[in-house]
């Protein structure tokens, strides 16, 4: 279960599997390319919306890593969305990053470009956001510009 008051790691985490880095699923890259093959998650996150969603992802991943930043990507992602009380499906397309950068206070600057999800807000983002994440774990409010579309009344 994903809830609103989820520790920071385990929404971290979840924010980084739904631009398609699914963390933990890696996998080696293919010779030649540093994206690895593509790799099935499904889960349901509990308590965002009215009705618990479903999100079936798809993904090559791509991760940077260097000093105080980490950069995800997934070329060629898929991602389906149902939810679990009525059936209703929504399969969005598009593409985006996500960046994670280490600020002096101890904080994270979250760093959302192109098309990218917040499955424990039901956010679907699209444009240029950021945001940070405070020591203790508070979320601070997306800032940027763009469109943002509530995955909740989209499937409701």
């Known amino acids: ?11 971290v985490a979840g924010a980084v599997a739904l631009v398609g880095l699914c963390a933990g699923l890696v996998a ?6 540093p994206v690895s093959p ?19 992802i798809t993904a090559g991943d791509l991760g940077i890593e260097t000093p105080h930043h980490f950069l995800a990507l997934s070329p060629g992602w ?28 101890g904080g994270i600057l979250q760093t959302l470009n192109g098309v990218d999800y917040a499955p424990n807000f039901g956010l679907q ?10 020591p203790d774990g508070e979320f ?12 909740c009344e989209r499937l409701a």
Do not use: Y
């Open 78 to 105: 898929t991602l389906t969305l149902t939810n679990l009380t009525t059936g209703a499906t929504w399969s969005p397309r598009g593409n985006g990053t996500v960046s994670f950068q280490d600020l002096p206070d």
């Open 28 to 33: 080696p890259a293919q010779a030649g390319s």
């Open 140 to 151: 601070g409010e997306f800032e940027g510009h763009g469109t943002i579309v509530d995955i």
């Open 125 to 134: 983002l699209i444009g240029h956001f950021t945001r940070v994440i405070s």
């Open 38 to 56: 593509p790799q099935r998650v499904v889960f349901v996150v509990e308590g965002v919306c009215d009705f618990d969603v479903q999100w079936d």
């Open 1 to 11: 279960m994903i809830s609103k008051s989820a520790p920071i790691a385990r929404v």
